[in-house]
């Protein structure tokens, strides 16, 4: 992401008086927010794989009350549907970077928890695979365009209303959760709920009208790109 896009991201955390607290889907040396899971095996990171969290939503806090997560998330965008699903389950709260496909699955997940205007910012530039020519119809591929939601499922952050809550902001709440050393599944383990969600994922099963194809096939060679 481009540093321009990055304060994009950053202005409207800001300009809600809200604090990233967690990076879903990063790596050693891309995470953005004090904490954050990566899809393999990595110094630092609070777990391998952000889907083994019990909750995206919350949290337990060091200080020994239960932390309200507000998290960022720039996924592959071929998980985008699992990823909105699981967003809705935990009645997430957050920011996340999806591109602009208002027809894909996943779309009609996120309005309902908008909390304000989409802001969209242009992609980067994407080398065209052969035979290619009829998704590019009208430039869909080379005018790519990415949308930056500010999203809430729930106005309640944390589902235990009885349970004590500290702000994002809390000192202890954005250290890291556990020791490096302890990271929550095997990569193996990993890369196969991974293929398990793509295959849910996949036209036969999720779709079937040409028009949500062609979003499907979009999606699937922007995240075949390098970024």
Same mark, same amino acid.
């Given at each position: 992401m481009s540093p321009s896009a990055w304060k994009l991201v950053c202005?409207?955390?800001e300009s809600d008086g809200k604090k990233l607290t967690m990076d879903l889907f990063a790596s050693a040396s891309n995470d953005k927010c004090p904490r954050f899971h990566s899809f393999h095996h990595t110094q630092g990171a609070a777990g391998a794989d952000a889907?083994?969290?019990?909750?995206?939503?919350?949290?337990?806090?060091?200080?020994?009350?239960?932390?309200?997560?507000?998290?960022?998330?720039?996924p592959p965008m071929d998980l985008l549907l699992p990823i909105w699903i699981h967003l809705q389950t935990d009645r997430a709260a957050g920011i996340a970077i999806v591109s602009?496909?208002?027809?894909?699955?996943?779309?009609?997940?996120m309005p309902s928890a908008l909390?304000?205007?989409i802001q969209t910012f242009p992609g980067t530039s994407l080398t065209l695979p052969e035979g290619?020519?009829?998704?590019?119809a009208n430039n869909r591929l080379t005018n790519l365009e990415f949308a930056i939601a500010e999203f809430?499922?729930?106005k309640s952050l944390c589902p235990h209303k009885k349970s004590p809550t500290c702000t994002p902001i809390c000192s202890q709440a954005?250290?890291?959760?556990?020791? $490096? %050393? #302890?990271?929550?599944?095997?990569? $193996? %383990? #990993?890369?196969?709920?991974?293929?398990l969600w793509r295959l849910l994922s996949s036209p036969s099963v999720s779709v079937r009208n040409c028009e949500t194809q062609d979003d499907l096939?979009?999606?699937k060679i922007v995240a075949s790109q390098e970024w």
């Open positions: 202005n409207k955390a889907f083994d969290r019990l909750s995206w939503a919350h949290s337990k806090c060091p200080c020994g009350q239960t932390h309200s997560e507000f998290v960022y998330a720039f602009m496909s208002p027809r894909a699955p996943w779309w009609t997940i909390q304000s205007d290619c020519a009829k998704i590019n809430a499922f729930s954005t250290t890291q959760r556990l020791p $490096s %050393a #302890v990271l929550s599944a095997s990569a $193996s %383990a #990993v890369a196969a709920r991974r293929d096939n979009l999606e």
